[in-house]
Structures are given as structure tokens and as C-alpha cells.
């Protein structure tokens, strides 16, 4: 598939995972919970015979999906391509929130600009994520690619070089909660699924109807908003011109009042004088 960005998913249209980095000719990436199905993907990329050369920052953190096996899988077919892949590894912390997303910046053939393909999701996207997971795909301009070449190049300063020894990974696994915990999670799961779950229509012309209050309710909202864009261009200019007047019309009475400044009689100037 040849995307044509920008592109946002998933909506509707479903888009496959690994999305215009299988035609790439080379990538910068970095990515947490890479696990078998990831490595895989780039396995099948270097094999491509558009395929030049890719650098891969792989963010590890305690209890990841990302194991030894993988990591040494890796270290595999980086060495079976060699100067194609270059792969590094980030150990990040202690839990899973301190790394989790997908960055890749990768250059496809015919293309003007290099494309940028973000994600709240890890494993490139790979692995089947729950509601929330948003992609990004966009052509990067020149100042862009400059900003995110710079971010990754710090980044790769910062990670170890993948070899045996940083392969190997300590395995370890989450810390099983209690039975109760369980529940009340799932009981509070269920509730915000019905509250933010409203009943789907059953039939076409039910679905039809919704789509068609759902089309009315955008018309009014644009109709709201270009009527309130049109007074506010309206107001403006009237409120600032009343502002105007009204201070030349403070500052004439100012001008004309300048004479009439009480001032103390001959009278009075001779008496103090005198010291009468």
C-alpha cells in the first residue's frame, strides 16, 4: 500500500500496521515493546530490494514485552545485514508509562519529502492495542526533519549499542494484583463503557437517521460559528471608532477648558503681599 499523507488512524478506513515503511529505501525509528511480530517486519524490510539502511532505537523497560529472545533475534538479523541495520537499545525505568510509543522518519522513493509516522502505541503499531491508539502520518518539511533528526541523534547518544551482553534483558514480570482488585477494575471498566457507549443504531434506517442528525448537528455548529466570526468583525471596528471619539472629544474639552483655570484676584495677590 502506498499511503498518501496526511493520514490520521484508525478511523473507518482500517490501515495496516507498519504503514509506508515496508516501501522505504531508509528509516530512523524508535519504539518500546518490540517484540517477535516487530522484528519480523523489519526482517521482511531488509529483504526488499529498495531497502538501504535503518537505524532502530529499541526502548526497554522493566517487565516489557520486549525479552531476551527478541533482543537476541535482533542482534541476528542485524548481523545477517550488515551496515543495513543498526539497532541500540534505551532501558528507560521502571514502568511502562516512562516509554511507550512508535517515532519513525523514513524516506520512500519518488518522494519529495521524507514522511513522519507517529504513535501512542509500541511494537510499530504491530500489536493489537486498546481504544485510545492514535497514528500520525505526515510529509516533514525541511525545518521538521531537522527538529527530529536532532531529538533522535540525542537519543542515540544516550542508548547502549544492542550486543550480547545488552540483549540480555532481565526477565521479569508484572506484579499480579489481588482478585479484589480485579473486579473493582473490571466493574469500573463496564461503567465507563456504558456511559461512554451509547446503543448503535440496529437498522439501516435507524443508522441513516443518526448519521443524518449527526450532519445537522455540524451544519448549525458551522452556521454558529461563521455568524459569531461575521458580528465579531462587525463589532470590532465600531467599539474601537467609539473608543476614538469619545477620546477626541475629551481631549477638545480639555483644549477649550484651558483658560477658564481659577486664578487668584489682584486683590487677593495684594493682600498677601501686604501681609494684610
Partial sequence: MEPNPPLVWPTSESLPPWIGVETAETWFAATSAL???????????????GAKSAQLIVLVYAACATTKDVLSRLLWVAAGWEGKLECAVLATGHYHTDANGTAVLL???GRRFPQLWTSNTSNFDLTVAPDG???VFIDAEATLVGRWTKWFAALWERS????????DIPALVPTRGTEEAARMWEAYQGMCAELGNPLQPETEEAHAAAEKRIEEKVI???RVYKFCKL?????????MASRARARNQSIRAGWKNRNKV???SCMAVRVTICGL
Avoid at 517484540?35 to 530490494?49: C, N, R
Wanted: glycine share 2%; aromatic share 4%; net charge positive.
Fill in 133 to 135: 491508539r492514535l497514528n
Fill in 160 to 167: 547502549a549499542p544492542l550486543t550480547p551482553l545488552t540483549a
Fill in 262 to 264: 481659577q486664578r487668584p
Fill in 35 to 49: 517484540d517477535d511480530s516487530g522484528v519480523a517486519a523489519i526482517q521482511e524490510w531488509l529483504k526488499s530490494p
Fill in 107 to 109: 524516506q520512500r522513493p
Fill in 220 to 222: 448549525r455548529e458551522n
Fill in 231 to 239: 458580528r465579531l468583525s462587525q463589532i470590532s471596528p465600531r467599539f
